[in-house]
C-alpha cells in the first residue's frame, strides 16, 4: 500500500500568518494524464471532513484562495497564506491513484 | 441540496452483522463512485471502500476485505456498507463520500454525510 507521511503533525499558528504542511507518498502520485492523484481535507472540530484541494493544486468549489496546493510526484504541499481562527482543525492529504487508498496521519492546525 | 444522510449504525456484538446505507439526494446519484471512510475514536480517517458508478468495481481496504461488501441500488438512491464478523478494531464514525467528477477527470471526494456511529462490544 502507498503510505502517505505528513509533517508537521501538530502546527501552532499566529491568525494572519502563513502555514504549510507537507506530504510525501511511497510511490509516485503523477498518473500518465499528467494529474497528480493526491487530495487535501480539513476535518473541523466536530464536523465531517471537507475537500480543499483535489488533483494536487485544484481548489475545490467554495474554497477560499488563500489555500494552495502544489507538488508532483511524491512531494506534496499544502499552504495557507494567511491563517484565520475557522482553520483550526485537522488536515489530511490522501492518494486516490493507487487502491486502497490512503490517507495521511493528519496534520492538527491549531491557533497560538 | 445535495446530501448524504447515513443509517444502521450501533451497538453490535463481536462476530455478528451490521449494514449501513448512505442515502443520496440532491445529484443523479447513478452518475458517480461512492467510498465509505471511517474514523475511529481519536484517530485519523481510513479509507474503507469504494464502488464504481454502475458497480461494476468495488475495491476494500486490507482490514476489511473478505468480511464487507458495499453495494449500491442505483434506483432507490441508495450506498450500502454489509459489514460481518466485526470486530472490536471496526469501531468507528463510517462516512459516505462521493467521488466527483467532471468532465472525464476525478474532483475529489466532494460531498459527504454527517457518519453514522458503530460501536462493537460485548
Known amino acids: 500500500d502507498v503510505v502517505m507521511t505528513q509533517s508537521p503533525l501538530s502546527l501552532p499558528v499566529t491568525p494572519g500568518e502563513p502555514a504549510s504542511i507537507s506530504c510525501r507518498s511511497s510511490?509516485?502520485?503523477?498518473?500518465?494524464?499528467?494529474?497528480?492523484?493526491v487530495d487535501w481535507y480539513l476535518q473541523k472540530p466536530g464536523q465531517s471532513p471537507q475537500l480543499l484541494i483535489y488533483?494536487?493544486?485544484s481548489r475545490a468549489s467554495g474554497v477560499p484562495d488563500r489555500f494552495s496546493g502544489s507538488g508532483s510526484g511524491t512531494d506534496f504541499t499544502l499552504k495557507i497564506s494567511r491563517v484565520e481562527a475557522e482553520d483550526v482543525g485537522i488536515y489530511y492529504c490522501?492518494?486516490?491513484?493507487?487502491?486502497?487508498?490512503?490517507f495521511g496521519q493528519g496534520t492538527k492546525l491549531e491557533i497560538k | 441540496q445535495v446530501q448524504l444522510v447515513e443509517s444502521g449504525g450501533g451497538v453490535v456484538q463481536p462476530g455478528r452483522s451490521l449494514r449501513l446505507s448512505c442515502a443520496a439526494s440532491?445529484?443523479?446519484?447513478?452518475?458517480?463512485?461512492m467510498n465509505w471512510v471511517r474514523q475511529a475514536p481519536g484517530k485519523g480517517l481510513e479509507w474503507v471502500a469504494q464502488?464504481?458508478?454502475?458497480?461494476?468495481?468495488?475495491y476494500y481496504s486490507d482490514s476489511v476485505k473478505g468480511r464487507f461488501t458495499v453495494s449500491r441500488d442505483n434506483s432507490k438512491n441508495t450506498l450500502n456498507l454489509q459489514m460481518n464478523s466485526l470486530r472490536g478494531e471496526d469501531t468507528a464514525v463510517y462516512y459516505c463520500a462521493r467521488d466527483g467528477w467532471d468532465s472525464g477527470l476525478y474532483r475529489g471526494m466532494d460531498v459527504w454525510g454527517q457518519g453514522t456511529t458503530v460501536t462493537v462490544s460485548s
Open positions: 490522501v492518494q486516490a491513484l493507487h487502491s486502497p487508498r490512503t
Open positions: 510511490q509516485s502520485l503523477l498518473y500518465s494524464n499528467g494529474y497528480n492523484y
Open positions: 440532491g445529484f443523479m446519484f447513478g452518475d458517480y463512485g
Open positions: 464502488i464504481w458508478f454502475d458497480g461494476s468495481n468495488k
Open positions: 488533483l494536487g493544486s
